[in-house]
C-alpha cells in the first residue's frame, strides 16, 4: 500500500493522471488514462477475517472468484452477488456490479469499510462511523475520489440456495412479475427477441440437502448449450442476419426446466465465453413491464435483428450516492449484440426508452449519458461531485469518461 500511496504522489509531482484499472471488465473507458496506470495484481489476498463481526477484508486486486473460494472453504459466504466474477473487488464494486435481489442488494452494498489513497498520497479509513461522507460516496466511487486499497465485506455462515429455472411466456412473466418478484429471495429472466419466450430463474434459500448439477448435465447445459451452441447461432446470425429470428425461437426452446440446490456462488454465477457488447440501464421497479413492452414494440416494427437474450434483474433501493439504485428500488434491463455485429442502432433506441423512464446507465457498460443527464437522475449527484472537488480538486484522478459522466 505504501508503495501506491508513492506512486500516487509521484505522479502529482510529474503532473500526471492516475487511474487503477482491474481485468478490463467494463465496456467504457472508466479506467483508460494517458498518464500512469496501475494494475493491482499484487494487491490480492485475505488480509483478515473477523467471526465477531462478521466481516472479511480484502485486498483491492482480488478476484471476486478467490474471494468466493477462500469464503466458501471457511463456511462463509457474501450475501448476494453478481452473475460473473472474473472481476477484482474493487473494480466491481466501484462500476456498481450486481446480481438480482428482493432484499439484497448490490456488491458495494455490502461493504461496510474501506481504505482509500487519496489525490496527496494519504490513505483514508472510511466506514459508516470514520470518514462517513466518504464512505457514502467510495463504495462506488467509479476511481474518481482515490485508489482503493482494501475493502471489508460483512459476510454470514455459508448457506444454501435452491435454484429453479424454467422457461415461461414473456406475457405471463409481466404479467405476474410483482408476484414473482415477491415471492422469491432472487428473481431474473431472460427475454429471447423475436420471441414471446424467456427463461426464468428463482433462487431462494434452502435447508438442503445439497443437489448441485450433475456434472455431465451441467457441462451440456452450461457449456455445449448455453456456451458452444449459442456461440454457433451468433456466428450464423452474424452472417446471415435474416436467420436470427428463426434461431431465436429455436434457442429459446433448447434449455429445459431444472432444479439444483448448492452454495451461493455456485448458483449466483455462471460461465459466460459468448464475447458480446453490453448496455444497461436500471429504471425504477415500478416502471419494468412498461417499459420492456416498449422495449419489445421497438424490436418489432425497427427490422433490427437481435440474437442476444435481454437480461432483466432488480434490486431493493440502497444509499450509496451514485449507485444505480440510490435511494429507489430498481430494476435492470440489459441489452447486448455479438461482438463485431453492429450494435449502435440497437442501443440507441433502447437508450432512448430506458432515459425516457429516468433510467440510470450500468457505469461500466455502454451508454451516451453526460453529467447534465446524470445530474438529473440521481439526487445526490452534486453530493459527489463536491466531495470529489475536495479530494481530488487538481483532478489527479481524471480522464475523458469521468469528465463527460461528473463534468469538468
Request: glycine letters at 8%; one cysteine or more.
Amino acid at each position: 500500500m505504501e508503495e501506491l500511496a508513492e506512486a500516487v504522489r509521484r505522479a502529482r509531482e510529474d503532473g500526471l493522471p492516475v487511474k487503477a484499472v482491474g481485468t478490463g471488465h467494463s465496456f467504457t473507458s472508466i479506467a483508460a488514462t494517458d498518464g500512469v496506470l496501475i494494475r493491482p495484481q499484487l494487491l490480492t489476498g485475505i488480509r483478515n477475517i473477523d467471526r465477531d463481526s462478521m466481516t472479511v477484508t480484502v485486498e483491492a486486486g482480488t478476484p471476486l472468484k478467490r474471494l468466493n473460494t477462500v469464503l466458501a472453504r471457511e463456511g462463509l459466504s457474501l450475501t448476494n452477488m453478481g452473475d460473473i466474477m472474473e472481476q477484482t473487488v474493487s473494480g466491481a464494486t466501484s462500476t456498481g456490479t450486481h446480481g438480482t435481489g428482493r432484499d439484497s442488494a448490490s456488491i458495494a452494498a455490502q461493504i461496510k469499510g474501506l481504505e482509500l489513497v487519496t489525490a496527496d498520497g494519504s490513505v483514508l479509513s472510511c466506514s459508516a462511523t470514520e470518514n462517513p461522507e466518504v464512505f457514502a460516496a467510495a463504495r462506488l466511487g467509479l476511481g474518481a475520489l482515490g485508489i482503493v486499497t482494501a475493502l471489508t465485506f460483512a459476510v454470514e455462515p455459508l448457506f444454501l440456495l435452491t435454484a429453479r429455472e424454467e422457461p415461461m411466456p414473456l406475457d405471463r412473466v409481466l404479467a405476474e412479475f410483482d408476484q414473482l418478484w415477491a415471492e422469491n429471495e432472487h428473481f431474473e429472466f431472460y427475454w429471447f427477441p423475436h420471441t414471446g419466450n424467456t427463461n426464468t430463474k428463482r433462487n431462494n434459500r434452502s435447508a438442503g440437502p445439497e443437489q448441485p448439477v450433475g456434472q455431465l448435465a451441467g457441462w451440456f447445459e452450461d457449456e455445449f448449450l448455453s456456451n458452444g451452441l449459442f456461440q454457433v447461432t451468433q456466428w450464423v446470425g452474424r452472417a446471415a442476419p435474416a436467420s436470427i429470428p428463426g434461431i431465436a425461437r429455436i434457442s429459446s426452446r433448447v434449455l429445459s426446466a431444472r432444479t439444483y440446490t448448492d452454495i451461493p456462488y455456485k448458483v449466483f454465477t455462471s460461465p459466460r465465453r459468448v464475447r458480446f457488447v453490453e448496455m444497461e440501464y436500471a429504471v425504477p421497479r415500478a416502471a419494468l413491464v412498461e417499459t420492456l413492452r416498449e422495449l419489445q414494440a421497438m424490436v418489432e416494427r425497427s427490422g433490427l435483428r437481435i440474437s442476444f437474450p435481454v437480461e432483466v434483474r432488480t434490486a431493493p433501493a440502497d444509499d450509496i450516492t451514485l449507485s444505480t439504485a440510490s435511494g429507489r428500488d430498481s430494476a435492470y434491463i440489459a441489452v447486448h449484440m455479438y461482438r463485431g455485429t453492429p450494435y449502435q442502432s440497437y442501443f440507441t433506441a433502447a437508450e432512448r426508452i430506458f432515459t425516457a423512464h429516468e433510467g440510470r446507465p450500468h457505469w461500466g457498460k455502454v451508454h451516451t449519458r453526460d453529467a447534465e443527464y446524470l445530474a438529473r437522475v440521481y439526487p445526490r449527484f452534486a453530493e459527489f461531485t463536491a466531495l470529489r472537488d475536495r479530494l481530488d480538486p487538481d483532478r489527479l484522478f481524471r480522464n475523458d469518461y469521468l469528465r463527460r459522466v461528473l463534468g469538468s
